[in-house]
């Protein structure tokens, strides 16, 4: 088959809209939808300092290389997990990224940081809700600290459809009134951007491999993956039979999120009497979950040999 646009041979064949594309003309379209994704959703401004969270993997190396090639001022941040081999494999990933494309990469290391690596914490808590927690509380401080306007992230289109798809198959409609591409950045709580809301893993799998983009494949051993996996298996085998399902339930749910508003709690926050952050009661969740007793500083923090 040959390219919808021009006369070189078909790199990709795209279900929705349907059409043949090569190389080239795949790229441009990769990067014109991505580009449409952040004016649309109004996600940044090109005067902004974005730091770019970067796992190793594909979505988030992908959103580096996007967002410097579209000319944003970016820097990354890589979080050491202290999962083993797992972490090592993906920092490395991690770094040569950052190094292919000239960027600033920050590495903060949570053995180093807190004592203890994720999965060797004593808790009835599970490994991936305590990890996300720490994830999250690390990016937004290391971003407030360091003056950054954005904290930009990999999801892409799969990611949002089976977490939208997953929360309502158990009800949990609480969660989906903050979901979307954009998390308004509140007091210290620094913005939160999702440039690849609208393409999917499959496509930005093609995306890296048409730019030599090179990745960990691994997935994380406590993937808390079983289910999500599942979820993201039933979309994609609707999407094979319907294309555009995926993306139709994301501007949809996007059209009647408001619906979901009237769960939000109001919750008074105060600040953590350990790091200043946001906190519901004295203590902030972070804090409180690995006990400190002073505040991690980031401020300044640059880059490790
Ligand atoms: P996940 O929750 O693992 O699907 O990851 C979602 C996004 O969070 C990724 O696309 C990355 O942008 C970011 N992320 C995940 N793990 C890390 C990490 N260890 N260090 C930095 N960023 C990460
Ligand atoms: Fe956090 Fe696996 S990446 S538990
Ligand atoms: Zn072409
Ligand atoms: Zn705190």
Redesign the pocket.
């Known amino acids: 088959m040959r390219c919808k646009f021009c006369e070189r041979p078909a790199f990709i064949k795209l279900h929705y809209p349907k059409m043949y594309l090569c190389e080239e003309h795949f790229k441009e379209y990769f990067e014109r939808k991505v580009k449409r994704t952040i004016e649309r959703y109004k996600l940044l401004r090109p005067d902004e300092r974005i730091l ?6 594909k ?2 190396a992908v ?1 580096a290389y996007i967002l410097k090639k579209l000319g944003y001022n970016i820097e ?6 202290g999962i083993g081999e797992y ?1 090592e494999k ?1 920092e490395s990933y ?1 770094k040569k990224q950052c190094e292919a494309l000239g960027v600033p990469l920050h590495i ?1 290391r949570v053995r180093e940081l807190l004592g203890k690596g994720i999965g060797e914490v004593k808790t009835r808590r599970a490994v991936c809700s305590y990890c ?1 927690l720490t ?1 999250r509380y ?2 937004n401080k290391f971003a407030h600290d360091n003056g950054f306007n954005a904290v ?5 289109l799969d ?1 949002e459809a089976s977490f939208i798809f997953a929360n309502l198959m158990n009800w949990n409609t609480q969660y989906l009134a903050k979901q979307g591409p954009l998390l308004p950045g509140e007091g210290k709580f620094v913005k939160k951007v999702k440039p ?1 809301y609208e393409l999917t893993e499959r496509e930005v799998v093609a995306y890296a491999l048409a730019n030599g983009i090179k990745y960990m494949v691994e997935e ?1 051993p406590y993937a808390r993956g079983a289910t999500t996996l599942e979820y993201k298996a039933i979309l994609n085998e609707m999407e094979e039979k319907r294309p555009g399902t995926k993306i139709n339930f994301v501007k949809g749910f996007l059209r009647k999120k408001k619906l979901f508003e009237a769960e939000l709690q109001e919750v008074e926050l105060k600040e953590c009497r350990i790091c200043g952050m946001p906190a519901q009661g004295k203590k902030c969740s972070f804090c409180n979950f690995w006990g400190l007793e002073k505040p991690l500083e980031f401020n300044g923090r640059i880059t490790p040999p």
């Open positions: 770019v969270v970067v796992s190793g993997g979505d988030s959103t990354c941040l890589h979080i050491n997990l972490s993906s991690a903060v996300g994830k690390i990016f930009a992230t990999g999801h892409n990611d690849l994380c």
